[in-house]
């Protein structure tokens, strides 16, 4: 997701996985709640009623997918579900950290940033300003993961609600920088 501008609508991006699977139709194709992000870069939210960039059940890790290219239909489904496991059959994290960079959500009326469960995310040089400017409720951040929560981000609280940050708990390190 690169370069959107997403304003006035009820959430900006909000992921709900709290399904998992969600159907019987794809549960043999993704694993929706560990899917990676890929590239996140440029996109701008504003101006939304309740989320900005906002995830629910989601934490990416390494899943092993066919390739785009695959001739027989299932480009980008699962390869190998063991992929989707937490650990591998080595004790080894399988966790993928995705970076959101040079984000801008702001005005957002309800929760800022951040999400309920999820992990393994990254904002990077990001302007953060909503009603709660950030907000998480639990964080995972895998063993393989080098970067910090947010890093050369901007977090503003709305002059009017003066909330502040509503940090995560959970098993992470909550670093910023």
């Not at 910090?148 to 901007?154: A, L, S, T, V």
Request: proline share 6%; glycine share 12%; aromatic share 14%.
């Amino acid at each position: 997701m690169i370069g959107n501008v997403v304003w006035g609508m009820n959430s900006c991006f909000y992921i709900d996985q709290t399904l998992n699977p969600p159907s019987e139709s794809i549960s043999d194709k993704v694993c929706g709640a560990f899917m990676p992000f890929g590239t996140t870069e440029g996109n701008v939210f504003h101006s939304c009623s309740t989320f900005g960039w906002y995830l629910v059940n989601h934490f990416p890790r390494s899943v092993t997918q066919y390739p785009e290219t695959q001739s027989d239909g299932r480009g980008g489904y699962v390869d190998d579900f063991d992929s989707c496991r937490a650990f591998n059959s080595q004790g080894e994290s399988q966790g993928e950290p995705a970076l959101i960079e040079n984000h801008v959500d702001y005005d957002i009326r309800a929760f800022g940033a951040g999400g309920y469960e999820y992990g393994d995310i990254s904002f990077v040089n990001s302007r953060i300003e909503g009603r709660t400017g950030l907000y998480g409720k639990t964080y995972y951040r895998s063993p393989n993961n080098p970067h910090p929560f947010f890093d050369g981000c901007e977090i503003v609280s709305m002059h009017y609600a003066n909330v502040g940050l509503n940090l995560p708990g959970g098993e992470a390190l909550i670093e910023f920088r």
